[in-house]
């Protein structure tokens, strides 16, 4: 018998509870202490694994200091397209949430822009001389 797979849903609800999570510079453990519950069962419910309850959720939103339609960003279908999903991938990376927010502190928008610049040239100089197409898309987004 198959092992039943995450709802694609709670999959996405987890992901956003980890990246909030994440952000605030929140334990696991320490999420599972504020809610009286096993940190296993924290990384069950990011995973998608199990899924939140409604009261629960509620709770989590008041922790993690966001309304509960945060969870739901896209009416709670999930991600919508491949750039949402490559955006939660990055933020639930550890380099993408350390560049996330080392990027808001920076204040002055013209170093902000020479930033943006800098990334954009350096993933240019990565991509194979071959990838035109490619390399055209990065600079000019």
């Known amino acids: 018998m198959k ?3 995450p709802n694609s849903i709670d999959v996405y609800v ?7 999570r ?3 510079g929140m334990t696991q453990n320490g999420l599972a202490e504020l809610l009286g519950i ?3 069962q ?8 199990n899924r939140i309850g409604a009261s629960r959720l509620q709770r989590i939103s008041e922790i993690l200091r966001v309304p509960v339609g945060f969870f739901f960003e896209n009416g709670g279908s999930g991600p ?12 639930s990376s550890k380099e993408g949430l350390a560049l996330n ?10 170093i902000r822009q020479k930033l943006v610049a800098l990334a954009k040239s350096l993933a240019v100089a990565g991509l194979p001389d071959s990838d035109s197409e490619l390399q ?5 987004s």
């Not at 987890?14 to 909030?20: E, L, Q, S, T, Y």
């Not at 919508?80 to 933020?91: K, Y």
């Not at 927010?101 to 013209?110: G, H, L, M, R, S």
């Open 14 to 20: 987890g992901n956003r509870v980890r990246v909030r």
């Open 38 to 40: 096993t940190f296993q």
């Open 3 to 5: 092992a039943k797979s």
């Open 136 to 140: 055209d898309s990065v600079v000019n």
């Open 101 to 110: 927010k080392a990027f808001i502190a920076i204040e002055d928008p013209n």
């Open 80 to 91: 919508v397209d491949g750039a949402t999903n490559e955006l939660n991938t990055f933020l």
């Open 22 to 24: 994440k952000t605030l």
């Open 42 to 49: 924290i990384q069950k419910y990011e995973k998608g694994t």
